[in-house]
C-alpha cells in the first residue's frame, strides 16, 4: 500500500482529488479518518496540513505527497520532485505600495518585509546581496504595508488581484509554483514502487489529455489534402471510408486552445458535420 500525504483542505485539495479520480483511484465518499485507503487502488492518503506535507515524505510518514512547490522550497526538506502535475499555479513575488517609485532590487536594501516565506526569500535577497529585515507573518501578509508593519511584502500572486485591491504592485517575481508530486530520497519497497510508477503512469495520461479535443468529420475526397494540411495532429489524421465513396471520415486530436480557428479553416476546406469530443485519457 502506497501512502500519498495530501491536503486535507485548501486550494489543492478539491485538484488533487480530482486527479486521483480520474486517474481511476477511488475514495469512499464521506472523509471520517486521516488515513483512508482507496476502493480500488493499493494507495491510501493520509489527509494534512500542506505545510507538513514534506516533512511527512521526507521522514516516511508518508511515501510520497501532492503538494505546492512554494512549500517543497520553503520547508527544503529531503524529497525530491516526482512529476509536475500542473495545476495550482502561482508565483512567489515582492511587492511594494504602487504610488512608491521603484529603482529595481536595491530598493528593498534596509526595508522590512513582511512573508511566510522567509527562506526562499532569505535566498533571493543573499543571491543579490540585499540586506533587509525579514518579518514573518502567517496569513493576510498583503495588509502588512497598509498598516505600518512593513515597507513590502513576499507572498503567493495568481490573478493579481489581490496586490490590486491592497493598493500594491508586484515588482520581483522568485519562482514559478505548481503542485508536484514529491518523493523521499530513499529506496521504496519494490510493490511500492510498482504502484508508485502506475500512478505516475496514470497522472501522465491524464495530463496528456488535458486542454486536447477529438474531432471527428465528414470530408470530401476530393479537398482531403486542403483539410489534412490544417489539422496538426499528434501523429497524421485518421482517414477512414464513408457509404459515399466521395466523401470520408477524418479523426483527429486538437488543443482546445486552437479550436475556433481550426474550425473555421476546416469549414471553409468543405468539412461538415464536425463532431467535438472530450478526451478522458492519453495512453503513449
Ligand atoms: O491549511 P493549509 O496550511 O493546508 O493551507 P494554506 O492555507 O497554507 O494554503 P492554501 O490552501 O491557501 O494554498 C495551498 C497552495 O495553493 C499554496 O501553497 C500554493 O502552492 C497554491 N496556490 C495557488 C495559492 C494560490 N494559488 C493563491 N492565490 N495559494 C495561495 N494563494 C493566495 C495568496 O496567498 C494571496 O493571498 O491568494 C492570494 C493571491 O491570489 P490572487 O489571485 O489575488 O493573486
Ligand atoms: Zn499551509
Sequence with gaps: MLRIAVQSKGRLYDETME??????????AV??????????????????????????????????????????????????????????????????????AYNGVQWFEGKKIATSYPRILKGFLDKNGIKADIHVINGSVEIA?????????????????????????EVEKVIDSQAVLIGGLGKLATEKQEVLDELIFRFKAVKAADGKKYLLMNVPRARLDEVV???????????????????CSVHSVIEEANFWDIVTRLKEAGAEGILVLDIMKMVP
Excluded at 151 to 165: A, E, K, N, P, R
Excluded at 230 to 237: N, R, Y
Aim: proline share 7%; charged share 20%.
Design 19 to 28: 486527479l486521483l479520480a480520474q486517474a481511476g483511484i477511488k475514495f469512499p
Design 229 to 247: 494540411a490544417i489539422l496538426p495532429g499528434i501523429k497524421s489524421p485518421t482517414i477512414l471510408p464513408l457509404a459515399d465513396e466521395n466523401w
Design 31 to 100: 472523509k471520517r479518518t486521516l488515513l483512508v485507503p482507496s476502493r480500488n487502488f493499493p494507495v491510501e492518503v493520509l489527509y494534512l496540513r500542506d505545510d507538513d506535507i514534506p516533512d511527512s515524505v521526507a521522514t516516511g510518514t508518508a511515501d510520497v505527497g501532492i503538494v505546492g512547490m512554494n512549500e517543497v522550497l520553503e520547508k527544503c526538506q529531503q524529497v525530491q520532485v516526482l512529476h509536475q502535475l500542473g495545476f495550482s499555479r502561482c508565483r512567489l513575488s515582492l511587492a511594494i505600495p504602487r504610488d512608491v
Design 145 to 169: 504595508p497598509s498598516i505600518g508593519l512593513a515597507d513590502g511584502i513576499f507572498d503567493i500572486v495568481s490573478s493579481g488581484g489581490t496586490l490590486v485591491s491592497n493598493n500594491l504592485a
